[in-house]
């Protein structure tokens, strides 16, 4: 069995809004062994509502909407299950006195609008809100089970976990689980990444493993069937187990973990101190490092240095360097990174320096190239590369292989 999950508002459809509700069904559905076929997004357009209905209906046993029930007159989700299923929309007694009561605590008189929020597809069963005024609803079409929530996360959430996930467990529609883990990777290529692991990856592997790219950090899925939790664990152990060896050092956390938190911990592992001076990042690389709880403790601060007069004065960057190496360069980003951790006195001190384009570029140095540096007493290194993509795109994937390179570093791997 295969569940479909309807997202329902035009500011999801226009990109306004993300639809965080479908990402967050999919994962509750899991933890209780049901998979999800298919996400539908639309705007709020009542044929639209009901064709999208009548499709998921026909090929879906179980169907969650969120979305569509407020009182506003976009607010379609109840006459397009009413249409679907060739009834009337009836009032329920009972939601209109919850909705009534929610209004007077706060001393306010229920607008007659929301009274269409109590209206049911006659046969539909409604779901009480407890935390606002759209009752959710229960209704079988056909074959197919389908259980509208709200769009409010909070109030979708509380919905979900007292009302509709005990009534799909009650129903037998939950058999095991299925357990997801994600291995995350920065350094190589998506290509070359699965060609080391093709034997996991084919089609038909137990369990599934597939592959994702972004932002130029690889990620690959493990996904385990089973009847418990020990079961499906028991399957993803020998093979992140396999894929750690085969990708090594590439490997560099696992689910929502990402470089910057494990640069953090490996700083407070070792009781280092580390400091940042960027350029073309525009201090992307503090901020990431900002993002972890407790960084202070550990990340002292950092410099944006794109004029050149900040490199020399604050950074004890040699103009004389500039001038026959270029600002974009690998000596200049190891003379910065020399003078970063001097002037904040740290153990460590990372650098970039790059051209993010659209201009800038030169014959020897395109949009892209980028140059990493990192300093430690006694020595320092500096890494190059060209990214592909947009102006952002190539700021964003320099802070990654900056905090990639200083994890390295930090794992002694620093010759590399």
């Given at each position: 069995?295969?569940?479909?999950?309807?997202?329902?508002?035009?500011?999801?459809?226009?990109?306004?809004?993300?639809d965080?509700?479908?990402?967050?069904?999919s994962?509750?559905?899991?933890?209780?062994?049901?998979?999800?076929?298919?996400?539908?997004?639309?705007a709020?357009?009542?044929?639209?509502?009901?064709?999208?209905?009548?499709?998921?209906?026909?090929?879906?046993p179980?169907?969650?909407?969120?979305?569509?029930?407020?009182?506003?007159?976009?607010?379609?989700?109840?006459?397009?299950?009413?249409?679907?299923?060739?009834?009337?929309?009836?009032?329920h007694?009972?939601?209109?006195?919850?909705?009534?009561?929610?209004?007077?605590?706060?001393?306010?008189?229920?607008?007659?609008?929301n009274?269409?929020?109590?209206?049911?597809?006659?046969?539909?069963?409604?779901?009480?809100?407890?935390?606002?005024?759209?009752?959710?609803?229960?209704?079988?079409?056909?074959?197919?089970?389908?259980?509208?929530?709200?769009?409010?996360?909070?109030?979708?959430?509380?919905?979900?976990?007292?009302?509709?996930k005990?009534?799909?467990?009650q129903?037998?529609?939950?058999?095991?689980?299925?357990?997801?883990?994600?291995i995350?990777c920065?350094?190589s290529?998506?290509?070359?990444?699965?060609?080391?692991?093709?034997?996991?990856?084919?089609?038909?592997?137990?369990?599934?493993?597939?592959?994702?790219v972004?932002?130029?950090?690889?990620?690959?899925?493990?996904?385990?069937?089973?009847?418990t939790?020990?079961?499906?664990?028991?399957?993803?152990?020998?093979?992140?187990?396999?894929?750690?060896?085969r990708?090594?050092?590439?490997?560099?956390?696992?689910?929502e973990?990402?470089?910057?938190h494990?640069?953090?911990r490996?700083?407070?592992?070792?009781?280092?101190?580390?400091?940042?001076?960027?350029?073309?990042?525009?201090?992307?690389?503090a901020?990431?490092?900002?993002?972890?709880?407790?960084?202070?403790?550990?990340?002292?601060?950092?410099?944006?240095?794109?004029?050149?007069?900040?490199k020399?004065?604050?950074?004890?960057?040699?103009?004389?360097?500039?001038?026959e190496?270029?600002?974009?360069?690998?000596?200049?980003?190891?003379?910065?990174?020399?003078?970063?951790?001097?002037?904040?006195?740290?153990?460590?001190?990372?650098?970039?320096?790059?051209?993010?384009?659209?201009?800038?570029?030169?014959?020897?140095?395109?949009?892209?190239?980028?140059f990493?540096?990192?300093?430690?007493?006694?020595?320092?290194?500096?890494?190059?590369?060209?990214?592909?993509?947009?102006?952002?795109?190539?700021?964003?994937?320099?802070?990654?292989?900056?905090?990639?390179?200083l994890?390295?570093?930090?794992?002694?791997?620093?010759?590399?």
């Amino acid at each position: 069995m295969k569940a479909e999950i309807i997202s329902i508002g035009s500011e999801l459809t226009s990109g306004q809004n993300l639809d965080t509700n479908s990402q967050w069904l999919s994962l509750r559905l899991a933890e209780i062994g049901i998979p999800v076929g298919w996400h539908t997004t639309i705007a709020d357009d009542l044929e639209d509502n009901s064709a999208a209905f009548r499709i998921a209906a026909g090929r879906a046993p179980l169907v969650l909407v969120t979305g569509g029930l407020g009182p506003t007159q976009d607010d379609l989700t109840r006459e397009a299950l009413a249409r679907l299923a060739g009834v009337d929309l009836v009032l329920h007694q009972e939601s209109l006195e919850h909705i009534e009561k929610l209004f007077a605590r706060f001393g306010r008189t229920m607008p007659e609008r929301n009274r269409v929020q109590a209206m049911f597809p006659a046969g539909a069963e409604p779901i009480p809100n407890d935390r606002g005024t759209a009752p959710g609803l229960w209704q079988q079409i056909g074959a197919c089970l389908l259980a509208a929530m709200p769009g409010v996360p909070n109030e979708m959430h509380a919905m979900y976990h007292s009302q509709v996930k005990p009534r799909l467990l009650q129903l037998g529609l939950g058999s095991g689980v299925l357990v997801q883990r994600k291995i995350n990777c920065f350094g190589s290529g998506e290509s070359a990444v699965e060609q080391k692991l093709m034997d996991l990856t084919r089609r038909g592997h137990v369990p599934e493993v597939g592959i994702t790219v972004g932002d130029a950090t690889i990620s690959l899925r493990i996904l385990a069937r089973a009847a418990t939790l020990e079961d499906a664990e028991g399957q993803i152990r020998p093979v992140e187990q396999t894929i750690r060896e085969r990708l090594g050092d590439l490997v560099f956390g696992v689910d929502e973990e990402d470089l910057h938190h494990i640069v953090l911990r490996l700083l407070e592992e070792k009781r280092l101190a580390l400091a940042t001076a960027e350029g073309v990042t525009a201090g992307l690389v503090a901020q990431r490092l900002g993002q972890v709880p407790g960084a202070s403790a550990w990340f002292r601060g950092g410099l944006v240095a794109y004029d050149n007069r900040l490199k020399t004065e604050m950074l004890a960057v040699s103009q004389q360097l500039i001038d026959e190496q270029g600002a974009v360069s690998a000596p200049v980003a190891e003379a910065m990174a020399i003078g970063c951790r001097n002037r904040f006195r740290t153990d460590l001190a990372v650098s970039t320096v790059g051209i993010a384009g659209p201009t800038g570029a030169t014959p020897d140095k395109p949009v892209g190239q980028v140059f990493i540096g990192v300093a430690w007493d006694g020595g320092a290194v500096s890494q190059s590369f060209r990214w592909p993509g947009s102006r952002a795109e190539v700021q964003s994937r320099t802070a990654k292989l900056a905090l990639n390179r200083l994890r390295l570093h930090l794992l002694g791997k620093s010759s590399k």
